[in-house]
């Protein structure tokens, strides 16, 4: 069997943890520079408020019913995340702990029996709230998917499901999948959702009813395959061994505010190749070639403003590397190369492609630094990691960084700054 753990509302729920007061209150966190709403507690749902949706938009309807905001903690998200996760491996086993994002983790149970499938996701449920205050609903089922739908009716009715729900039986599985639709199903997006409803295919039960053949033609080949074959209760999505190598990494960002200096802009790209980098060494690869986007902003009318055109430009490397000095000079050079004075920009970002496996670089006898290079970026990427920022950068991605993303509704990052520590009174 396979289980699926999902906290509940987590952004929200972890901006609770250290605030009591919120307890029972309505609560949203927004995008970066305070865009949208990326996440609702259970109350604020109850209220109305969208999901997705502008917060300037929502702003009246918030303000009215004293809707507590919060601006993206990623530091406080990632390591409350961590916490999670630790709770659910020494429970069940690292190795039977699959992450699948920052709020969801698979997990797989082939060592228990069914009988003990409702003890278990009880003192899983019950154990993580109790150690990290973090609550979350449980689905359990024969496949990934299955385990999917049942998290996902769990958690449409907590009170009466308890946040775990079961598919044990047949009887279970088959008078679910009768009532979910097709766009409910995980992996089926909207474009494939509306062909299949078009088509008469409406509901799960209708889907795991067609036939392989009809799924590998009309369903995206091997993926509508494996779709089919575990809503008929037969895995066909493994656990993964590694971590999803990527061939291509980006880190964009909007700005807090629009720039027109080249030093800011050079600070800006500078710390997305940083930031790039660092994912880069996360899966131990080596990139090519790098590239550096600018956006600009054009007025409209009155006080509006839009996107402007994009420009970029692209550099192949004279060696894969992953160093963050070395795709840092590229980068910014581009920046300046790509700047207009005069223009007001929005948007920058960069951009490896080319990636291959770090340790398919030739080292180069005339160049022993390599070895004391990716040495420095070990230490540098454990400092930040274990801090849950970047305390320790280079010089060119700038210190007071104006043009940083805003965050007017910033709380304190509690687990990771002992100048930031929860104040009990």
Same mark, same amino acid.
């Given at each position: 069997?396979?289980?699926?753990?999902d906290c509940n509302s987590f952004y929200c729920s972890? !901006?609770?943890?250290?605030?009591?007061?919120?307890?029972?209150?309505?609560?949203?966190?927004?995008?970066?520079?305070?865009?949208?709403?990326?996440?609702?507690?259970?109350?604020?749902? &109850?209220?109305?408020?969208?999901?997705?949706?502008?917060?300037?938009?929502?702003?009246?309807?918030?303000?009215?019913?004293?809707?507590?905001?919060?601006?993206?903690?990623?530091?406080?998200?990632?390591?409350?995340?961590?916490?999670?996760?630790?709770?659910? +491996?020494?429970?069940?086993?690292?190795?039977?702990?699959?992450?699948?994002?920052?709020?969801?983790?698979?997990?797989?149970?082939?060592?228990?029996?069914?009988?003990? %499938? &409702? =003890?278990?996701?009880?003192?899983?449920? /019950?154990?993580?709230?109790?150690? =990290?205050?973090?609550?979350?609903?449980?689905?359990?089922?024969? #496949?990934?998917?299955?385990?999917?739908?049942?998290?996902? *009716?769990?958690?449409?009715?907590? &009170?009466?499901?308890?946040?775990?729900?079961?598919?044990?039986?047949?009887?279970?599985?088959?008078?679910?999948?009768?009532? =979910?639709?097709?766009?409910?199903?995980?992996?089926?997006?909207?474009?494939?959702?509306?062909?299949?409803?078009?088509?008469?295919?409406?509901?799960?039960?209708?889907?795991?009813?067609?036939?392989?053949?009809?799924?590998?033609k009309n369903l995206g080949g091997v993926v509508g395959?494996? %779709?089919?074959?575990?809503?008929?209760?037969?895995?066909?999505? !493994?656990?993964?061994?590694?971590?999803?190598?990527?061939? *291509?990494?980006?880190?964009?960002?909007?700005?807090?505010? #629009?720039?027109? !200096?080249?030093?800011?802009?050079?600070?800006?790209?500078?710390?997305?190749?940083?930031?790039?980098?660092?994912?880069?060494?996360?899966?131990?690869?080596?990139?090519?070639?790098?590239?550096?986007?600018?956006?600009?902003?054009?007025?409209? /009318?009155?006080?509006?403003?839009?996107?402007?055109? #994009?420009?970029?430009?692209?550099?192949?490397?004279?060696?894969?590397?992953?160093?963050?000095? !070395?795709?840092? +000079?590229?980068?910014?050079?581009?920046?300046?190369?790509?700047?207009?004075?005069?223009?007001?920009?929005?948007?920058?970002?960069?951009?490896?492609?080319?990636?291959?496996?770090?340790?398919?670089?030739?080292?180069?006898?005339f160049e022993p630094t390599q070895s004391i290079g990716?040495?420095?970026?070990?230490?540098?990427?454990?400092?930040?990691?274990?801090?849950?920022?970047?305390?320790? +950068?280079?010089?060119?991605?700038? #210190?007071?960084?104006?043009?940083?993303?805003?965050?007017?509704?910033?709380?304190?990052?509690?687990?990771?700054?002992?100048?930031?520590?929860?104040?009990?009174?």
């Open positions: 069997m396979k289980a699926i753990v972890c !901006e609770k943890v250290f605030q009591p007061s919120l307890h029972n209150q309505p609560v949203v966190v927004l995008s970066n520079n305070d865009g949208c709403i990326i996440s609702r507690s259970d109350e604020a749902k &109850q209220l109305g408020v969208g999901m997705a949706g502008p917060y300037f938009l929502a702003r009246p309807l918030i303000e009215k019913h004293n809707v507590a905001v919060f601006s993206s903690n990623y530091n406080l998200y990632g390591d409350m995340s961590w916490r999670v996760m630790d709770v659910l +491996k020494q429970t069940v086993g690292a190795e039977n702990v699959e992450v699948y994002s920052v709020d969801e983790a698979f997990l797989h149970l082939e060592q228990y029996t069914t009988g003990q %499938l &409702q =003890t278990l996701s009880e003192y899983l449920r /019950d154990t993580v709230e109790q150690w =990290t205050s973090i609550r979350v609903s449980i689905g359990v089922g024969p #496949t990934k998917t299955l385990a999917k739908i049942a998290n996902r *009716m769990a958690k449409q009715d907590k &009170q009466r499901s308890q946040c775990i729900l079961l598919f044990d039986t047949d009887e279970k599985i088959r008078e679910a999948l009768k009532i =979910t639709r097709v766009r409910e199903i995980w992996g089926v997006g909207s474009r494939y959702a509306d062909k299949l409803e078009q088509r008469g295919i409406r509901t799960a039960w209708d889907l795991q009813n067609l036939s392989e053949e009809w799924a590998r395959v494996r %779709l089919i074959k575990e809503l008929r209760g037969e895995p066909a999505i !493994e656990m993964k061994d590694a971590l999803e190598t990527k061939k *291509m990494i980006a880190t964009t960002r909007m700005f807090g505010c #629009t720039v027109t !200096e080249l030093k800011d802009l050079k600070e800006a790209v500078a710390t997305y190749a940083a930031r790039a980098a660092e994912k880069l060494r996360r899966q131990n690869g080596a990139a090519a070639m790098i590239s550096t986007f600018l956006v600009s902003q054009e007025k409209i /009318d009155g006080p509006r403003f839009r996107h402007g055109p #994009t420009t970029s430009a692209c550099t192949t490397l004279l060696q894969p590397t992953a160093l963050t000095n !070395e795709l840092i +000079k590229p980068a910014v050079r581009m920046a300046e190369q790509l700047f207009v004075p005069g223009k007001k920009y929005k948007k920058a970002g960069v951009i490896l492609s080319g990636i291959v496996p770090d340790s398919s670089i030739q080292s180069n006898l990716r040495f420095l970026m070990e230490q540098i990427d454990n400092i930040n990691f274990s801090m849950r920022g970047d305390v320790v +950068k280079f010089a060119a991605s700038g #210190t007071k960084r104006d043009w940083k993303m805003r965050q007017a509704f910033h709380s304190p990052r509690y687990t990771t700054r002992w100048d930031e520590l929860c104040k009990v009174r």
